[in-house]
Every structure is written in C-alpha cells, then in structure tokens.
C-alpha cells in the first residue's frame, strides 16, 4: 500500500529553535493533515491542508501543502518545552475508491535543556 | 468532559483471555475509527464504522472483533491473541467517514502474555 516517508526520524533542538519536518509520498495527495502525539495520549489534529500550495498558520506552527501534490511540510518557530511530543504527517491519496487516510512514521522532537 | 473516551487505559492479558476495549464519543461525530499504534510503525487502520455500519476491515485477524452498538459508543472484542497484538489501540472519531480530521481517545496499552 501506500506509504509516507517522514522526515527526519528525530530531532533534537535547544528552546527557541525553529523545526521543520516534512512528508512526501509517491502519489498525488488531496488532503494533507498534520497530528501532534504527547506521551501516554492519542493524536491531535493541528493543521489540516486541502489545496495544493495551501499555506496555513496555527499559533507558531506552519504548514504547507506541496504544489506537486506529493509533499507537505511544518514549520514550528521559536519552540517551547510543550512542543515536545511525535509530529504525524497523513494523507489522502487523490483517486477515487481509494481515499482511505494513510500516517506517516513520525518526527520525535526532543528538546535539550 | 473528554471528547473520546478509551477504557481501559491499559490491559495485561493472556493469550487465552477474552477482553474488550471500549470507546465513547461525545462529539456527535457518525465515524468511529480503531487504529493500531506499534512501535516504528504509521498508525493502521483497522476498522471503520459510519452510522454504525462498518464500510472498512482492513484484514484484521478474526481474533479482534469490533461491535458499534450506536453512533457515540464502539467495542474491539479481543480473544486468543498473540503477544504480537501487544500495542496501543487507539479509537477516533470523525464528523462523517473520509474527511481525514480524526479526534482521538488516549488509547488503550494491550499487553499479551
């Protein structure tokens, strides 16, 4: 099936950094959603993209809907210590029959004291 | 009030047990969602249910068995597992099936021994 690379994997930023993470895909997406994961919870949506070259802010958090179709990336300016948590990239792929939602892997941000 | 409630939290069986897992939704959403969460692998869907009629069952081995007796409430009826099934199911729920905007519960930590 289809699968979302993610990228990167991890990082690890002092506070006040600035983070970007981003997802492609082999095929065209028509929706792009973006979920933030804190420990011992269950995902939240934090920005959901749904026009290709689509930028669209949420706080600090910023993210964009790849002109190809095949990417999306997020933005998060002057990170703060509630910012740590696993990023989750999902899409919805463009062709009719087959819109079921696939994730990505997840981009872990760590913050070093 | 939570919008999606997941008990239990965490549930240590073994592998001739029969347990459920519960969800509650109380966003007046018509999808509920059960996902799979396993380590180093992108969430996977395992069962959809829109207005209380499942419209998806992603292979999931007959060992798990979901049950949506209304549209605020879903079962995963759990029997003979493997310790493979070990991992955090998560349930979600949706305003209508597609949209891709998920609303999660905390999930439920299944151990199998």
């Known amino acids: 099936g289809q699968q979302l690379n993610q990228s990167p994997q991890s990082m690890f930023i002092q506070e006040g950094e600035d983070v970007s993470m981003n997802c492609t895909s082999s095929s065209i997406f028509n929706t792009w959603l973006w979920y933030k994961q804190d420990p011992g919870e269950g995902p939240v949506l934090l920005i959901a993209?749904?026009?290709?070259?689509e930028l669209t802010s949420n706080g600090r958090l910023t993210a964009q809907f790849g002109i190809t179709r095949k990417d999306s990336f997020l933005n998060i300016s002057a990170s703060i210590p509630s910012d740590v948590g696993i990023y989750f990239c999902?899409?919805?792929?463009?062709?009719?029959?087959?819109?079921?939602?696939?994730f990505g892997t997840g981009t872990r941000l760590t913050i070093i004291p | 009030e939570t919008g999606v409630t997941q008990t239990p939290r965490h549930l240590v069986m073994g592998m001739t047990n029969k347990k459920s897992l519960k969800c509650e939704q109380h966003l007046g959403h018509n999808a509920m969602y059960w996902y799979k969460q396993s380590a180093k692998k992108p969430l996977e869907l395992m069962f959809v249910?829109?207005?209380?009629?499942?419209?998806e069952n992603n292979s999931v081995p007959s060992r798990f068995s979901p049950e949506c007796p209304n549209s605020s409430h879903l079962f995963l009826h759990l029997h003979t597992l493997q310790p493979e099934d070990s991992a955090l199911y998560l349930c979600?729920?949706?305003?209508?099936?597609?949209?891709?905007?998920?609303?999660f519960g905390e999930g439920s930590r299944l151990t199998v021994l």
């Open positions: 999902a899409g919805r792929e463009a062709n009719f029959g087959n819109e079921k939602l696939t």
């Open positions: 993209l749904y026009k290709a070259g």
């Open positions: 249910y829109s207005l209380e009629e499942r419209v």
């Open positions: 979600a729920s949706s305003p209508a099936e597609g949209t891709g905007e998920l609303f």
